[in-house]
Structures are given as C-alpha cells and as structure tokens.
C-alpha cells in the first residue's frame, strides 16, 4: 500500500510570508501527526489530528495551526514567518486506535530567508 | 529537558564492530518504538516493543525493553556501513497525553 506522501519536498520561503504544508497518510490510517526537526532541538510535536480533531498539541506559538479533512489527509499552516522556522516538518500517519506505530513521509524540508 | 535521553549522542565505529544504544526515562511507558533515519528523510519504524523485559531480534539488531518499562536499548552486532544513521527512540506514556515522545536521537556512523 502507498506511505505517507507529503508535499512539496523543499520550500523556500521570506520571512513574513505563511506557507501550508500538506500530508495524505496511509490508506486506513485516521490520525496525522506533525513534527518539526531541527539539529539543535531534535523531533518536536507539534499536533495531531483524529477524525478532522486536533486530539493533542504541542508547545508551539500560535503561528502554527493545521487542519485535517474528512478523508484524513491534513495540511499545517505557518503564518508570519521567522527565520528560526527553518526545519524539516515531519507529518507521521497511524492508525490512531490507541496504537501509535507512527509511519512518517519524507517531510518538507522549509527554508526561510 | 527530554523525556526519554538517548546516550550516546554520537557514535562512530569501524564496520564489523558490535555497538549499544541507550534510551532512557523516569516515567513509565506502555510501549517504546525505535527509528532509523537517514539524512533528508523520514524516520522508518525498526520495532515496537509493548512488554517489560521483552526482546525482539531484527537480523543483527536486538532490542530490549527494561523490566520496569523505563528504559530501553538497541545492540547491533557487527555493524555495517548501510546502519549508519541517526537512530531515534519513541515512547507512549498517560502521563503525557498518549502522544509519542522522541529522544534526541543518536547518530551513528560506520566506517568501513
């Protein structure tokens, strides 16, 4: 069956700008996960959502929000962009049944300048 | 400060060499899940153990879960060029809301 597919790859953004990254998980999979990894800072979570809910979130400011839609696919959006945003955003898909065996995409790697 | 601390940070070896990887953490966790990820990629699922003093063998990797489901570690035996990698440990406990927490990761590099 298909892995998690996430898109685009590679972004370059300004700072100021927003951008929306977008995740289709795995056939059957009702949970998406976001992570944002930096060198310094490692895996970060930064949401997930279940059945189009944000079940659980991060600490991260308000300037990162998601979304998720009836067929399970979810996109995250950045507003105002700071160059400290730079990082690979990791989306990771999983069954969401109390199993949290988490397949993950190639991610996005965002580069803000 | 981490939830589950990975030592060591980095690890460098020569190819045919065994190695092990520690993850630990004071709170309890109902299941631990091991990662590998290569540079500009996503992290690959290796094994998720749920059982306290568990075992699972993955051809030359073993890993163990703790008896008390705190800590866990990852042996690879005669280690081979294509591990190298960055190797991430993931737990699930209540306490933090049922989300998977990662360690830090370590970076493993062999050298042949």
């Known amino acids: 069956k298909a892995g998690v597919t996430q898109t685009p790859r590679y972004l370059i953004k300004t700072r100021g700008q927003q951008v929306t990254l977008s995740c289709s998980p795995i056939s059957g999979h009702r949970s998406v996960s976001w992570y944002q990894q930096t060198p310094g800072q490692g895996l970060q979570f930064l949401f997930e959502y279940f059945s189009e809910t944000q079940r659980n979130k991060g600490n991260f400011p308000g300037r990162f929000s998601g979304r998720q839609f009836s067929n399970s696919r979810s996109e995250m959006n950045v507003s105002t962009l700071e160059l400290g945003d730079s990082a690979l955003y990791l989306c990771a898909s999983s069954r969401g049944d109390g199993d949290t065996e988490a397949f993950f995409g190639q991610g996005t790697r965002l580069t803000v300048v | 400060t981490q939830l589950l601390e990975q030592s060591p940070q980095f690890l460098s070896i020569q190819e045919g060499e065994n190695l092990t990887v520690y993850c630990n953490s004071s709170?309890?966790?109902?299941?631990l899940q091991w990662y590998r990820q290569e540079p500009g990629e996503g992290p690959v699922l290796l094994v998720t153990v749920v059982t306290g003093g568990e075992v699972k063998k993955l051809k030359r990797l073993t890993f163990q879960f703790g008896d008390a489901r705190k800590d866990s570690s990852l042996h690879i035996t005669a280690a081979q060029p294509g591990d190298t990698g960055l190797y991430l440990c993931?737990?699930?406990?209540?306490?933090?809301?049922?989300?998977?927490?990662f360690g830090a990761g370590t970076i493993l590099r062999v050298k042949s």
């Open positions: 709170s309890v966790f109902s299941s």
């Open positions: 993931a737990g699930q406990a209540m306490e933090y809301g049922n989300k998977l927490v």
